[in-house]
């Protein structure tokens, strides 16, 4: 606990990713109590909104766990048939809370209509008492988590999971208001449908982003058709042929491509010069250049990546 705040999310990875850890468990803690006490008060008070904000607050508890299984699958080491690791479990993860959401979305939408229609006795006191627990609550797990690494899309999807979760409280805390304020039992059926609301547009964004990185999608403001002619644009090279863009995980963008090259042209030297193109304009660090001449004399280049470590062959017809 005693490290200096502020620096280490650049430099040392291993510390990073601990303290990330920390401050995501304690998060996920807090949701954990909370909803518990949430669905608790809910039932005493009658009150569909402030069950489905438990029910939001589930999906914000399921996303940091989520977050943290990922975190500890995707940090475990290539090997065997899984040359990218476990990379790809944050994804699924991000996946699966999607449809979660999607489950809860029908329920709380259905169960506020069925309360609009009919409305209860709802004690309106205490379900404004709790909202403002819970605005509090997720408070302090937002600034927690606003302290772990956010480029993650998982830590970051949790993190707008709990700004989310503050606008469904705030919601349910005006409904509660207005319940015990007025006496008017349907603002409790409306509060959960907003929150219902605000749950279909994460689900949206979460299966929107997953789904683009399952079905290997260029990763997003990176367009094939501007790659490719920016590898044409090199003055050596006469074609691309086979570009592939896509995203192995969030924050891991990586490339493919056969390069045709002019007779003459020399392919170390353009394969160099093409890898630090797509770097610098495209931020792409993971790229597998096939270098040929156009038909005569052919030299291939594979670049294992990361490394700087390339294994020329030349090769003659």
Known sequence: MGHGHGHGHGHGHGHGADSDRRYLAAALVLLVVFMAA????GVIANSIALISDAGHMLTDAASIALA???MSMAARPARGAYTFGWKRAEILSAAINGLTFVLLVVYFVYE???RLIEPPEVKGLLV???ALAGIAVNAVAAWLIARADRSSLNVEGAF???LNDMYAFIATAIAGAVVWLTGWGRADAIAALVVAALMARSAYGLLRDAGRILFEA??????????????TAHGDVTGVEDLHVWTVTSGFPALSAHVIVKTGGDCHRIRRELAELLHERFHIDHTTL?????????CRIVKASGTGTSRQEAITP
């Open 290 to 298: 096939q270098v040929d001449h156009v038909p005569g004399t052919a």
């Open 68 to 70: 943290l299984i990922a």
């Open 218 to 231: 260029a990763p997003p403001g990176v367009h094939p058709a501007e790659v490719s002619a920016a590898i």
């Open 38 to 41: 949430e669905v608790v008060i």
């Open 128 to 130: 404004f008492g709790t």
């Open 112 to 114: 506020g209509v069925r």
């Open 160 to 162: 707008q999971h709990i």
